[in-house]
């Protein structure tokens, strides 16, 4: 099986239904497929016509099923009796690891696809998987301005309309609100939660103060730590974590955080780190997805206020480091000091203004100012 995840409206459906028949669509939101799903894997089977002779298995989509309390026990039901004449597909809002509901483990039985907003590697080519890092290659300019203006939403990035991403903003935001933590958490204060969604509105790549939120948000230092965590489940935005390996005098606890769509932050420098933020993890997530090996997003600061804004991590080595500017050309102090302690191959300094250069930015060994443009797009 293939769980695919991925914040709400990112396309996920879209995407996973060009896979598969109207016949193997079902959607846990829709009555009759419910009344189906509920019926058990038997109905499920019977309703796909699996003991018929086929050239290939079939794909059946099970949509939002993590809404299903017993979605486990069902989806091991259903694979054990089919893998051999199915394939399946099994898509969510929420992360599948996090809302278990009940039942066995499903070790060993699928494999983990997180889909996020559009990216530049994935403008200029969504089926190219030849290998990390991909060959540079210039975006066109309007969907550059596009992606930089309207965020990776498909919907927004496609209509590239102020207006409309506005209303598409406050409906989604609405619905994160009013229906997902209904639905898939215990939280009751929503009026409180709404503040906090506020507060983090205003945030986007700053350290996160539990304590100082807490008191902001009239709730204790534990709930906001658990609220903060359902925002990050339901794909709101994420936290990156402080590296201090090999780090003097390094920060560990503070993590920062960064908003899922980057069009909704006022602050131009807030919003360029957090563009470059969504790109890096989601290449991150990618790599390991795709079986590459193992990575993970961090940032970089010590006790005295020297930061870099990012540094990737490739099976447990500082692989390159990443200083996000909007138009500064001139090398921060900091890059080449934490390369140093570090050891990483590569240290960046991305500039978001700087137009593209048609050059690998993997073939430098010394801190680089390198265009934003160049750099996103020899990612995923």
């Known amino acids: 099986m293939a769980f695919v995840t991925g914040p709400r409206q990112v396309g996920k459906t879209t995407a996973c239904r060009t896979m598969g028949s109207d016949e193997g669509y079902l959607n846990w939101d829709d009555q009759d497929d419910r009344e189906l799903i509920l019926a058990g894997p038997g109905a499920v089977a019977a309703h796909l016509e699996l003991s018929r002779l086929r050239e290939r298995p079939?794909?059946?989509?099970?949509?939002?099923?993590?809404?299903?309390?017993?979605?486990?026990?069902?989806?091991?039901?259903?694979?054990?009796?089919?893998?051999?004449?199915?394939?399946?597909?099994?898509?969510?809002?929420?992360?599948?690891?996090?809302?278990?509901?009940?039942?066995?483990?499903?070790?060993?039985?699928?494999?983990?696809?997180?889909?996020?907003?559009?990216?530049?590697?994935?403008?200029?080519?969504?089926?190219?998987r030849q290998g990390e890092i991909r060959t540079p290659r210039p975006p066109d300019p309007s969907d550059w301005e596009a992606l930089r203006r309207h965020g990776g939403f498909p919907e927004p990035f496609a209509h590239a309309n102020d207006r409309f991403s506005r209303r598409w903003q406050n409906l989604r935001g609405d619905l994160l609100i009013r229906q997902d933590v209904r639905d898939l958490t215990r939280i009751q204060e929503i009026d409180q939660l709404e503040m906090l969604v506020s507060i983090l509105g205003e945030r986007s790549g700053a350290q996160v103060n539990y304590t100082a939120l807490a008191k902001q948000v009239r709730t204790s230092v534990d709930t906001m730590r658990r609220w903060i965590g359902s925002l990050c489940h339901l794909h709101h935005g994420f936290l990156v974590r402080p590296w201090y390996r090999n780090v003097a005098r390094s920060l560990r606890k503070e993590p920062k955080w960064y908003l899922r769509d980057w069009s909704m932050i006022a602050d131009p420098g807030s919003r360029a780190e957090t563009l470059i933020?969504?790109?890096?993890?989601?290449?991150?997530?990618?790599?390991?997805?795709?079986?590459?090996?193992?990575?993970?997003?961090?940032?970089?600061?010590?006790?005295?206020?020297?930061?870099?804004?990012?540094?990737?991590?490739r099976s447990g080595k500082p692989w390159f480091l990443a200083e996000v500017k909007q138009s500064q050309e001139k090398l921060g102090p900091h890059l080449m000091r934490f390369q140093e302690a570090l050891g990483a191959p590569h240290a960046f300094q991305v500039v978001l203004d700087l137009p593209y250069v048609d050059a690998n930015c993997f073939e430098t060994t010394e801190p680089t100012v390198v265009p934003a443009q160049t750099l996103l797009s020899q990612l995923p």
């Open 277 to 313: 933020a969504c790109h890096l993890l989601k290449a991150v997530e990618a790599w390991e997805d795709a079986g590459f090996g193992s990575y993970a997003l961090h940032y970089l600061r010590d006790k005295e206020k020297r930061e870099v804004d990012f540094v990737v991590v």
């Open 58 to 128: 079939p794909v059946v989509v099970f949509d939002e099923l993590h809404k299903y309390r017993r979605w486990q026990t069902f989806l091991k039901g259903f694979y054990d009796k089919n893998a051999d004449r199915v394939r399946i597909l099994v898509t969510g809002s929420a992360r599948f690891d996090v809302f278990r509901r009940g039942g066995d483990s499903m070790m060993g039985r699928y494999f983990m696809h997180r889909l996020h907003p559009l990216s530049v590697g994935e403008l200029l080519d969504p089926g190219e």
